[in-house]
């Protein structure tokens, strides 16, 4: 079997960049994973790739919170929702061309975050998460089956229902190993997963893993205020980078 070991070191390289990140602010592995890739490999193969690592580092952010059952209890509309948009949309990302939505998507997380970093906050009422949630899932699959990003709109109306910072980290793992695992389900059914995807993704695993350690330490040292302001600065940087990949 012929390896690729410059592509191994790139993949390497990578994920632990990016676990790191998403140690400290509990997302944003797929998203720059998957841009950074797109320098170097077709987007439905940097797909494939991202699958597996992302399944496994949210396995690890869902288990390690302090409220698995209740949060389930409470986000499942949206989780739901997230499945059927992923498994109905995954195969456009395996056919077309779709830089120019991810770069839209870019622009309107950068403005998100912009807006909640001056100060503005939304929020959602208790009553109201349950419709609200679910169409921000439905909306969130269907951009993730077509572009292989889940981040937009889950991430905001987590934030917008009042967690705490652990609360808000494992509810972000729940719903990205969801987003992840309906991804997978979607790509395969489609015909976007293959064997030749199974050593890098192997790597990009252990690589992910071990950054993401390192990010915890950091974040374990953050004042809830502190954590919320990088986590949006962390958007803000994710919708940057999914601008550049669409717009250049």
């Known amino acids: 079997m012929h390896i690729d070991w410059p592509l191994l070191a790139i993949v390497a390289l990578i994920f632990a960049f990016a676990g790191w990140i998403k140690g400290v602010i509990g997302l944003g592995l797929p998203t720059i994973a998957t841009g950074l890739l797109g320098a170097f490999i077709a987007p439905v193969q940097a797909a494939a790739i991202v699958v597996l690592p992302a399944l496994i580092t949210n396995v690890w952010q869902m288990w390690s919170g302090p409220g698995l059952v209740a949060l389930l209890k409470r986000l499942w509309p949206m989780l739901a929702c997230v499945i059927i948009g992923t498994v109905a949309t995954a195969g456009i990302v395996t056919k077309s061309d779709v830089r120019l939505t ?9 403005i998100y975050a912009a807006h909640a970093l001056i100060g503005a ?10 419709l609200i949630g679910a169409l921000a899932g439905l909306a969130t699959g269907i951009i993730s089956g077509a572009t292989g990003v889940f981040v937009v709109p889950t991430v905001p109306f987590l934030q917008a229902i ?10 972000i793992g729940i719903t990205a190993f969801t987003s992840a695992l309906a991804l997978a389900v979607g790509l395969g059914v489609h015909g976007g997963l293959n064997a030749g995807a199974a050593v890098p993704s192997g790597v990009a695993v252990v690589a992910g893993l071990a950054g993401m350690w390192l990010g915890q330490i950091v974040r374990d040292r953050l004042s809830l205020d502190a954590f919320r302001r990088w986590v949006l600065i ?4 994710l919708g940057a980078s999914m601008a550049v990949r669409g717009f250049l």
């Open 102 to 110: 991810v770069g839209l998507l870019g622009a309107a997380l950068m």
């Open 121 to 130: 906050r939304f929020t959602v009422a208790r009553g109201g998460e349950p």
């Open 162 to 171: 009042d967690l705490s910072k652990d609360e808000l980290v494992q509810a």
């Open 234 to 237: 962390g958007l803000f940087g």
